[in-house]
């Protein structure tokens, strides 16, 4: 199975700061890996999916790199509405997810 | 407006059963593949199993394998999650979601349901 290892699991950021989300893959999946965002409560919001790819709605902002087993996650200026837990999938073997990152106010 | 509506959950003693439904609407669901995620309270996300569009394939987690069952009704528009010998640790928000591909059994979920919540707990 493959294992997928998000660092770091809380971070701390003041709104206009930039953030940068790692995701490591236990082996190399390509490029089949999406992100999403989840706020309490509810469903998570697909981010960015085959690595890099913004969906469609999702705010220029966010942006994904990445190939084989490392790969990122950034947010370019904070914004008030992005305080939320991130994940990381992989899918080029079924599914696993990240264990999440929680993006806190400072 | 593409939906998914799960329902089904609820309370439930450790070792019986319950089966959850998740209802489409709003795009052709015979063509794409879903998949079962869930949520323990407090915790991150959990892939579940997988249904590919046609129903001929089927995966399952090794947390949930032989006792949970991933099935469709593709003119019903509808899918379900048979789970029995329930565990504590099955406590959980199960989720459907759709690949965002049609016919493509692995892929990014881009439609999530809103969850039904599972308690097993005597």
């Known amino acids: 199975d493959i294992q997928m290892t998000q660092s770091p699991s809380t971070l701390s950021a003041s709104v206009g700061d930039r953030v940068t989300i790692t995701c490591r893959a236990s082996?190399?999946?390509?490029?089949?890996l999406a992100w999403y965002q989840q706020k309490p409560g509810k469903a998570p919001k697909l981010l960015i999916y085959?690595?890099?790819s913004l969906e469609g709605g999702v705010p220029s902002r966010f942006s994904g790199s990445g190939s084989g087993t490392d790969f990122t996650l950034t947010i370019s200026s904070l914004q008030p509405d992005d305080f939320a837990t991130y994940y990381c999938?992989?899918?080029?073997?079924?599914?696993?997810f990240g264990q999440g990152t929680k993006v806190e106010i400072k | 407006q593409v939906q998914l509506v799960e329902s089904g959950g609820g309370v439930v003693q450790p070792g019986r059963s319950l089966r959850l439904s998740c209802a489409a609407s709003g795009f052709t669901f015979s063509s794409y593949a879903m998949h079962w995620v869930r949520q323990a309270p407090g915790k991150g996300l959990e892939w579940v199993a997988l249904i590919s569009y046609d129903g001929s394939n089927k995966y399952y987690a090794d947390s949930v394998k032989g006792r949970f069952t991933i099935s469709r009704d593709n003119s019903k528009n509808t899918l379900f999650l048979q789970m029995n010998s329930l565990r504590a640790e099955d406590t959980a928000v199960y989720y459907c979601?759709?690949?965002?591909?049609?016919?493509?059994?692995?892929?990014?979920?881009?439609?999530w349901g809103q969850g039904t919540m599972v308690i097993v707990s005597s």
């Open positions: 979601a759709v690949v965002k591909w049609e016919f493509e059994e692995g892929g990014a979920f881009d439609i």
């Open positions: 082996q190399s999946i390509s490029s089949w």
């Open positions: 085959k690595a890099s």
């Open positions: 999938q992989q899918y080029n073997s079924y599914s696993t």
